[in-house]
Nanobody
Framework: QVQLRESGPGLVKPSQTLSLTCTVSGGSITTNSYYWAWIRQPPGKGLEWIGYISDTGSTYYNPSLKSRTSINRDTTKNQFTLQLRSVTTEATAVYYC????????????WGQGTQVPVSS
């Protein structure tokens, strides 16, 4: 019964930092060897895996985004976050948080997604 929900600003301006929060209920982000991931889907394109934070706090990022990406967590709130810095309009996408494995195909539980336009 784990549930994930994305939240954040509805629009981000170019050159700014895109910040999102995933709030998790029904399961702890610190147990059971799960990976907690961020994924995005630009308009008309496929899913792009951004990165994860593990149950122990280890992180791993898509190499194409690594230099501008940070995933953190607040265990007291059972939340994990995404920061994507210096965004362009190419970052416009639906952003998802998800749980289970370290790869896209192994992610079983997903939030509903949140649309993030990057526009001036």
């Amino acid at each position: 019964q784990v549930q994930l929900r994305e939240s954040g600003p509805g629009l981000v301006k170019p050159s700014q930092t895109l910040s999102l929060t995933c709030t998790v209920s029904g399961g702890s982000i610190t147990t059971n060897s799960y990976y907690w991931a961020w994924i995005r889907q630009p308009p008309g394109k496929g899913l792009e895996w951004i990165g994860y934070i593990s149950d122990t706090g280890s992180t791993y990022y898509n190499p194409s985004l690594k230099s501008r990406t940070s995933i953190n967590r607040d265990t007291t709130k059972n939340q994990f976050t995404l920061q994507l810095r210096s965004v362009t309009t190419e970052a416009t996408a639906v952003y998802y948080c998800a749980r289970d494995g370290a790869t896209l195909t192994s992610l079983k539980y997903w939030g509903q997604g949140t649309q993030v336009p990057v526009s001036s």
